[in-house]
């Protein structure tokens, strides 16, 4: 903005330097001309004044009366009334001031004066009229440089405020600024941030609240499924044994969600296998395809290390499964390799696929492509961005979701 208005300034000037700049030279330059004819008139009246005594006598003119003259330049020629004609100093070439005068008696002056004291004046008034113009600019330009800076300061103030909002300090405030409508913009930014503010810290409140209210019923099926699977036969503790698997899972979820509703949540700072930490759950997720009659596939390239946390990780991937299993067909794959920057997970299905108009929107709050609720991707591509990394729709025929969890040494180039 402050480029925009400087440079809109110093058009503006040069605009007036054109305008009144070109004029007022040339009006310059014809004054100086017309001085210059005035003042060889008078050379040429003063001539003969000199010389007329001589010319009404019908004598030569003697050299000496019109040396004075021609010492400072000039070419004069006289002729009498006889019409003999006397030329004193050198002849010019080039185009001089010349002004010629008749006597009394007929006797006709000339005088030439050379035109290099008119080309000087001219100069003159040319270069003073360049200086006025450079300084113009110049002022405009300085001018301009102020008046932008106080005009695009607020503005910047208000990009800024608005950047802390949106990094989640939602104390940033708008000061008055004088300017009626950056003051207008700057109160709607206030008030919407005190909105938001308070909106968030009820989010928070409600979700530290549901986490808290939700671990002690968790904490008692844990319990309950412990006893089954001490004294339990063995069938119903290995079924114990996955439904506490599930629980851990849930644990683990809530522990995330809770994390994102901290402001102090950050970037996991420490590596994981995902593929390790996968693999460890692929029999669960195999059984639960297989309770809905669907099969399963494992591909886990080990090692496959990313800066992510184990929580979100697998809320993520359980989510895509269980969504594969909602809204797909066939057999569910899951898929796990390093890449150069990142560590790719990908779950795919053999079902018909998405329409355009339900894949661009498949990631928003209360889309689904059934009934539903329609909030599960969009939770699952929080906590992948939580974790600083990307969920991402790279197929609709067949449906093909992709984990991008940053590499180690991605974000240690970084930082």
Request: charge should be neutral; aromatic fraction near 4%; hydrophobic fraction near 45%.
């Amino acid at each position: 903005m402050r480029r925009r208005l400087l440079r809109t300034f110093i058009a503006v000037a040069l605009f007036a330097v054109v305008v009144l700049g070109v004029p007022l030279a040339l009006i310059g330059r014809q004054t100086v001309r017309n001085d210059a004819l005035r003042n060889a008139d008078r050379e040429a009246d003063a001539v003969g004044f000199a010389v007329q005594d001589f010319l009404q006598r019908g004598v030569p003119v003697p050299a000496s009366v019109v040396a004075p003259f021609v010492d400072r330049g000039r070419y004069v020629e006289i002729t009498d009334r006889a019409g003999h004609t006397t030329s004193y100093g050198t002849p010019r070439t080039d185009e001089d001031v010349v002004a010629a005068i008749t006597l009394a008696d007929g006797s006709r002056i000339v005088v030439h004066l050379p035109d290099s004291v008119r080309d000087r004046r001219e100069l003159v008034v040319v270069l003073v009229v360049a200086g006025l113009a450079f300084t113009s600019v110049a002022l405009a330009a300085v001018l301009g440089a102020l008046l932008a800076r106080r005009l695009s300061r607020p503005l910047d103030e208000l990009a800024t405020t608005s950047r802390r909002l949106g990094d989640g300090d939602f104390t940033a405030r708008a000061r008055p600024t004088g300017l009626e409508e950056v003051d207008q913009v700057g109160a709607a930014l206030n008030g919407g941030a005190e909105r938001i503010g308070a909106l968030v810290a009820a989010e928070r409140e409600f979700s530290a609240n549901a986490s808290h209210q939700l671990r002690t019923p968790l904490t008692a099926v844990r319990l309950r499924l412990e006893e089954i699977i001490d004294i339990g036969p063995e069938p119903a503790a290995a079924e114990a044994r996955l439904a506490m698997q599930q629980a851990d899972r849930l644990d683990a979820t809530i522990t995330e969600l809770l994390k994102l509703a901290r402001p102090e949540s950050t970037l996991p700072t420490a590596a994981i296998d995902v593929s390790a930490l996968l693999g460890d759950h692929v029999a669960a997720w195999r059984h639960l395809c297989a309770a809905r009659g669907r099969a399963f596939e494992a591909d886990l390239v080990v090692p496959c290390n990313a800066l992510a946390t184990t929580g979100g990780t697998l809320q993520v991937v359980q989510t895509l499964i269980e969504n594969a299993l909602e809204h797909g067909t066939g057999t569910i794959s899951l898929r796990a390799k390093p890449a150069k920057d990142a560590a790719l997970v990908t779950v795919s299905d053999e079902g018909r696929g998405l329409d355009a108009v339900t894949a661009s929107r498949i990631f928003e709050r209360h889309v689904s492509s059934k009934q539903g609720a329609g909030v599960g991707l969009a939770l699952a591509r929080t906590l992948a961005e939580a974790d600083g990394g990307r969920l991402d729709l790279v197929s609709t025929r067949p449906t093909t979701f992709q984990l991008r969890a940053p590499a180690p040494s991605t974000v240690a180039d970084l930082c």
